[in-house]
Structure formats: C-alpha cells, structure tokens
T-cell receptor
C-alpha cells in the first residue's frame, strides 16, 4: 500500500460547483498534514495546513480524521483559476528529530466555464 | 525576495552523459530538499540536508546519483552516467523550519529542472 493515496481524478467541474478531494495515509504515526497546489508545468506551492480541528481559508476547507487516517479538501464556488493538481502532504516521524515529508500522487482539477 | 533558484531549467542529454543540476536556496533557510517528479511515480524525495549536512538520502535511486551542499547557498545533484529512465522534473526546495514539531515549516520549491535523457 502506498504511504499517501489520493483520488485519481481528473475532476472536471463547472464554475461555481463544490468539489471535494480525499486523501488517505497509511502510517498512523503521521504528525502534520498539508495541501499543496501545483499548476501545470509549475512547482508545488503550499495551499494550506490541515489542523486536527479542521480549518477554513476562504473558499477552501480542510479536515483531518486521525482515526480513519483521512484528510479532505473542500473547494466551494469553484473558479477557473482553481484548475490545478492538488497534492496531499503528510509528515512522518523518524528516529532522528527530522520528519519525513511525503507527497501524494495528486488529484487533477479542471474547472470548466 | 528571491525564491529558490534552479539551473538549468531544461536539459536534453544523451544516455551515458553526466548531468549536474544546481540549486540556490532561499537565504536564511537551513533545510534543502531534492525531489524528482514523473507522471508514473509522482513527487519523490531524493535527499535532504540540514545546515549543509545530508540527513536522509534513502530516496536516492542508486549510486549513479549524488548530491552535495558545500555551503548554505548552493547545492548540486549529479547523475553519472545518465539513463533514459532518469528523465523527469527535478525540484529543489528549501525551508527554514522543518524539525519535528507541530509547525513543520513550509517547503518553498524552485521552478524545477526538466531533464530529458535520450
């Protein structure tokens, strides 16, 4: 089983739609969670951290369920500019004090006019 | 502010040739990461450094790959000899706060070096 798995996509949604991405991780000791966004042929950039209590940033809501080892990202009122690949990121503790950062394979979103 | 700077942006080379990719992290960042991205395998961590010291190189594919960080402002990833399966986008990223804590630092990526090995 892969360490971080995501919906394969692609997701094609009309403008204004609400879309949700899921991510599961295999290591229950994982500590920190993030969503990164990667535009076509560009570098990944941090979209938002994911906190245990859930958090919201404008149209974006991230949630974490540690018991199910599951992370989600909800995008409301989709814009054309939201079209990108969304990467789920998990950190795992190692024997040293440095965590291992693992990127999921990403889910592609296309918002259609 | 200057971000992470990578060079070259694009490189096309023939199998067997040596390839050197370069990275200048954001000034003041003490962590540096090398990632490789392909359609098949996604984004894979190759190696990362803290204060110029390699911490984890378990992701380096094989002995043909090597990475160095001679000082805080420069790192190289070398492939010798290169093979067609090394074709990928290689990203360098840096961070100023990464040690295990509840606030793992954000990774700032360069624009990547797109390598094609014929």
């Amino acid at each position: 089983r892969k360490e971080v798995e995501q919906d394969p996509g692609p997701f094609n949604v009309p403008e204004g739609a609400t879309v949700a991405f899921n991510c599961t991780y295999s290591n229950s000791a994982s500590q920190s969670f993030f969503w990164y966004r990667q535009d076509c042929r560009k570098e990944p950039k941090l979209l938002m951290s994911v906190y245990s209590s859930g958090n919201e940033d404008g149209r974006f809501t991230a949630q974490l369920n540690r018991a199910s080892q599951y992370i989600s990202l909800l995008i409301r009122d989709s814009k054309l500019s939201d079209s990108a690949t969304y990467l789920c990121v998990v950190t795992q503790p190692k024997r040293s004090s440095y965590d291992k950062v693992i990127f999921g394979p990403g889910t592609s979103l296309s918002v259609i006019p | 502010d200057a971000g992470v700077i990578q060079s070259p942006r694009h490189e096309v080379t023939e199998m067997g040739q040596e390839v050197t990719l370069r990275c200048k992290p954001i000034s003041g960042h003490d962590y540096l990461f090398w990632y490789r991205q392909t359609m098949m395998r996604g984004l894979e961590l190759l190696i990362y450094f803290n204060n110029n010291v390699p911490i984890d190189d378990s992701g380096m594919p094989e002995d043909r790959f090597s990475a160095k960080m001679p000082n805080a402002s420069f790192s190289t990833l070398k492939i010798q000899p290169s093979e067609p399966r090394d074709s990928a986008v290689y990203f360098c990223a840096s961070s100023s706060r990464y040690r295990r804590s509840s606030n793992t630092g954000e990774l700032f990526f360069g624009e990547g070096s797109r390598l094609t090995v014929l």
